[in-house]
């Protein structure tokens, strides 16, 4: 049988080779949301008062073992890419004038929008020359497509539900004493809202939610994190 250290070893290696490729897909979103969801992990553990510093000291190891990977396979074409967000307005043009004209949408019909899944219809009317020989589709960012579509009243209901899922797990995280199989769910919990917050900010910048298999990700991680955190405390009540 394996033992645990050697399945930790694995799951750790796993970890590090599934990050490497994200930052070597040169995605500066994903990139970005990788490292807000790092962030994200550690801020959570703060909050909710974990008193195990093996934990911290695992995402430390983590992301410095990541860094000797990429600069061990080769991270110049990494660099390269990030070197573009130093001139954001050149970097980002196409997606600002799309931003511009998706908030035009917005302001014309603020309450309601458009209409769920006519936003590449509508959105000719608002398309400025110099994305005039562009077949727009999606805004590139989730947040702006969405209010465009289903107006504030939507973005807000739909903000209200990720502001729930978030709040009611964290807080369920802290507050509940696990019994002996705790060191499982908090770590997974708080893991998996990571996940979510990590393609949450990468949706700021593009259509992740229009992408099933993103999507299909989001889902599953949220179920995650509800589970981690009701389904233990399911456990301890019987």
């Not at 799309?98 to 509508?122: C, E, F, H, N």
């Not at 004493?177 to 700021?204: K, M, T, W």
């Amino acid at each position: 049988t394996v033992s645990r250290g050697a399945w930790r070893l694995l799951l750790f290696a796993l970890g590090i080779l599934m990050a490497a490729a994200l930052v070597f897909s040169l995605s500066r979103g994903g990139i970005i949301g990788l490292i807000a969801g790092l962030c994200f992990y550690l801020a959570a553990f703060v909050y909710i008062k974990e008193q195990r510093p093996k934990n911290l000291r695992l995402l430390v190891a983590f992301t410095l073992l990541t860094f000797v990977a990429l600069v061990w396979l080769g991270i110049g074409p990494v660099a390269d890419r990030l070197e573009t967000l130093s001139n954001p307005l050149l970097a980002g043009k196409t997606r600002l004038e799309i931003w511009k004209g998706t908030l035009d949408m917005i302001s014309d019909r603020p309450v309601i929008g458009w209409g769920p899944g006519t936003y590449q219809s509508a959105f000719p009317l608002y398309q400025i020359e110099s994305t005039a020989g562009y077949h727009i589709i999606y805004a590139f960012n989730d947040y702006l497509e969405l209010a465009a579509e289903t107006g504030l009243a939507g973005l807000t209901a739909a903000l209200c539900v990720l502001t729930v899922l978030f709040v009611s797990c964290l807080q369920r995280l802290r507050r509940e004493e696990y019994h002996y199989f705790q060191p499982y769910f908090q770590p997974i919990g708080i893991a998996a809202l990571a996940g979510c917050f990590s393609f949450l900010i990468h949706a700021g910048i593009d259509y992740n939610f229009h992408i099933p298999s993103n999507a299909i990700f989001f889902a599953v991680s949220a179920a995650i994190a509800v589970l981690s955190a009701y389904g233990a405390a399911g456990e301890m009540n019987e």
